[in-house]
């Protein structure tokens, strides 16, 4: 089975979800007697190419042209297709990131290919083709069986581990023959905040609700997730009422994260809410109602008042960061 993997990249760099898309590739292409090729677009340098083999990517195929420079759906998704012609691909693997989101769909129609999204397994190839995926915002699982002889899944991040699987890998340049009516949009600019984590990226999540009162009070979310070095959260509420911005809104109408630890300080745990966390390694929640929802998810949970609790925690993290 002849694999190809978006190499995704921001700024030159790779982000973790990329690793762990080239390790899934990996394997797959092990099991299947396959080849595991990485597709990478955009300006990035030839050394951090190579890292892929890394990952078990034994071929990149590069397409750098200047139409590239920045993300944008419509070229991505036809320079990746051009890729997966170009390596008579029969899976295509993409992280479903923002970006991942934005082109899986697109390359899809430009193979005619069946697409699944959301993907949490190793797809089952002994007879046919499956894989399961989440469903009803995570509550459910589906096993999908695909028919069609190119396939594109687009995979949760953080669902598979990145795993080192060294290979010679070979570079090759390509050019898509793009011009300029292919670009039909254009990202203008791009304003990163800048010194924080990226919440979708984070291995720890401090996240906050209404039990925190107001605004003036996230100084003890922020101070708790620098000393732990987490990205800060908040619920729906939250960032509706502009204590937060909506960039850390996490659940159903927001982002879905998948954190190996998520703490939901003052937060109730509404259905909505837990859609975009429940996939969490580990849950800890701290409310002063012992029935708020969220207990029934967490895997510890403090009852107690944060105004109480929070100061004891920032003391404790870091005292155990002094050792
Ligand atoms: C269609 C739809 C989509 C939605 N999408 C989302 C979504 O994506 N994300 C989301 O979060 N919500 C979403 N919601 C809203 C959701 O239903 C809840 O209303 C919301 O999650 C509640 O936010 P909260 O827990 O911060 O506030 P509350 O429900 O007000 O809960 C506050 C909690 O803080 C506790 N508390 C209060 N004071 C303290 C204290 N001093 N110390 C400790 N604990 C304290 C309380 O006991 C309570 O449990 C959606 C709703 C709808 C209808």
């Given at each position: 089975m002849n694999i190809l993997v978006f190499a995704e990249n921001t700024d030159g760099n790779f982000k973790k979800s990329t690793f762990e898309a080239v390790s899934y590739a990996a394997q797959i292409a092990k099991q299947n007697n396959g080849t595991c090729t990485a597709v990478s677009v955009g300006n990035i340098a030839d050394e951090k190419l190579t890292e892929l083999g890394k990952y078990g990517a034994t071929k990149v195929l590069s397409y750098k042209q200047e139409l590239l420079g920045k993300f944008a759906a419509e070229t991505y998704s036809k320079v990746i297709s051009h890729a997966a012609q170009n390596d008579n691909a029969e899976l295509v693997i993409i992280s479903n990131t923002y970006s991942g989101k934005s082109i899986a769909p697109r390359i899809a129609a430009r193979l005619k290919a069946g697409i699944v999204t959301g993907v949490i397994s190793i797809p089952q190839t002994e007879t046919g083709f499956k894989v399961r995926r989440t469903v009803f915002s995570g509550k459910s699982f589906a096993d999908i069986e695909m028919f069609t002889p190119v396939k594109v899944i687009a995979i949760t991040p953080n669902s598979f581990a990145v795993e080192e699987m060294p290979q010679t890998c070979i570079i090759t340049q390509l050019d898509a023959?793009?011009?300029?009516?292919?670009?039909?949009?254009?990202?203008?600019e791009i304003t990163r905040n800048s010194g924080k984590i990226v919440l979708t990226e984070a291995e720890v999540v401090i996240s906050a609700g209404r039990?925190?009162?107001?605004?003036?009070?996230?100084h003890m979310i922020e101070e708790l997730a620098d000393i732990l070095g987490a990205a800060t959260a908040c619920s729906k509420p939250v960032s509706d009422m502009d204590?937060?911005?909506?960039?850390e809104h996490v659940g159903q109408t927001g982002i879905t994260i998948k954190p190996n630890l998520y703490m939901a300080i003052?937060?109730?745990?509404a259905i909505q809410h837990l859609a975009g966390v429940?996939?969490?390694k580990v849950i800890v929640v701290i409310n002063k109602?012992?029935?708020?929802?969220?207990f029934k998810a967490a895997d510890y949970g403090i009852v107690g008042d944060a105004f109480e609790v929070l100061p004891k925690l920032i003391e404790a993290a870091k005292a155990f960061k002094r050792g």
């Open positions: 023959g793009l011009t300029n009516s292919d670009q039909v949009t254009r990202s203008v039990g925190m009162k107001g605004p003036e009070n996230w204590w937060r911005p909506h960039t003052g937060i109730s745990g429940s996939s969490s109602d012992a029935e708020a929802p969220f």
